[in-house]
């Protein structure tokens, strides 16, 4: 996409290209008209802006009057060098500067100038938000984590502000672990952790993929509408 372009806000979607360094990206951008902020989606390992379930997610954002951004993190030959490797999708820095250098593109949009910015993560690249996010601080108001790893994170956790919502499965146990030990590291004044009965790790059992889609609604409807932080932590 051209910068200085409109968007359409009728809810359809378009495709667009995101400079991001020397790199350029692919991505689809919805917005609903009246938006109340727009979610960048950080898919895990091995993924696309294609995932069917940050997909659907997105598609309940756009419902919920959110609108959403979904990109592919790795160009068409890094993705090709990276099947080989499988080394760039676990390069948590790599990929956390890649988001935020597609966050600053989307910032300097004519129409995206006054948006409050979300960030949804899945797998690995719940870590790459959270670091992005620690890098960007004050621009990005809230975030959401679906079976992530955010202890891949590291440092960067106790400088991350936005209020943050780590979803994960039940059944997901390992996870469970690093998910509430990243919880206490976590610098926001707002942050949870909720586990979705009877789900594993990618959320395939009926109505676990809904209930995510929901609790992540609530979650931006809420952030992204109103203050970027609280007065307390709300901790489970």
């Given at each position: 996409?051209?910068?200085?372009?409109?968007?359409?806000?009728?809810?359809?979607?378009?495709?667009?290209?995101?400079?991001?360094?020397?790199?350029?990206?692919?991505?689809?951008?919805?917005?609903?008209?009246?938006?109340s902020?727009?979610?960048?989606?950080?898919?895990?390992?091995?993924?696309?802006?294609?995932?069917?379930?940050?997909?659907?997610?997105?598609?309940?954002?756009?419902?919920?009057?959110?609108?959403?951004l979904?990109?592919?993190?790795?160009?068409?030959?890094?993705?090709?060098?990276?099947?080989?490797?499988?080394?760039?999708?676990?390069?948590?820095?790599?990929?956390?500067?890649?988001?935020?250098?597609?966050?600053?593109?989307?910032?300097?949009?004519?129409?995206?100038?006054?948006?409050?910015?979300?960030?949804?993560?899945?797998?690995?690249?719940?870590?790459?938000?959270?670091?992005?996010?620690?890098?960007?601080?004050?621009?990005?108001?809230a975030?959401?984590?679906?079976?992530?790893?955010?202890d891949?994170?590291?440092?960067?956790?106790?400088?991350?502000?936005?209020?943050?919502?780590?979803i994960v499965?039940?059944?997901d146990?390992?996870v469970?672990?690093?998910?509430?030990?990243?919880?206490?590291?976590?610098?926001?004044?707002?942050?949870?952790?909720?586990?979705?009965?009877?789900?594993?790790?990618?959320?395939?059992?009926?109505?676990?993929?809904?209930?995510?889609?929901?609790?992540?609604?609530?979650?931006?409807?809420?952030?992204?509408?109103?203050?970027?932080?609280?007065?307390?932590?709300?901790?489970?």
């Open positions: 996409m051209i910068p200085g372009r409109k968007f359409a806000d009728d809810g359809t979607e378009q495709e667009v290209l995101i400079e991001a360094g020397k790199a350029a990206l692919q991505g689809t951008l919805g917005m609903p008209k009246d938006a902020g727009v979610v960048l989606f950080a898919h895990g390992s091995g993924s696309s802006r294609r995932s069917p379930r940050n997909r659907y997610v997105a598609e309940v954002l756009r419902g919920a009057g959110v609108g959403t979904l990109f592919d993190l790795l160009t068409a030959e890094e993705e090709s060098a990276d099947e080989a490797t499988g080394e760039l999708r676990f390069d948590i820095v790599f990929l956390a500067e890649r988001l935020a250098d597609a966050t600053r593109w989307l910032m300097r949009q004519p129409d995206m100038a006054e948006m409050k910015l979300g960030y949804f993560g899945a797998s690995t690249g719940a870590a790459a938000a959270l670091v992005a996010a620690a890098k960007l601080r004050d621009k990005i108001a975030i959401v984590s679906r079976g992530g790893r955010p891949l994170a590291g440092e960067a956790l106790q400088f991350v502000r936005a209020p943050t919502l780590l499965g039940e059944n146990e390992p469970i672990g690093m998910n509430r030990r990243a919880l206490v590291e976590l610098g926001s004044e707002v942050k949870r952790i909720q586990i979705v009965p009877r789900a594993t790790h990618l959320f395939e059992e009926p109505g676990t993929l809904e209930e995510v889609a929901r609790l992540a609604a609530e979650w931006f409807k809420r952030y992204l509408a109103g203050a970027r932080t609280g007065k307390a932590a709300a901790q489970r």
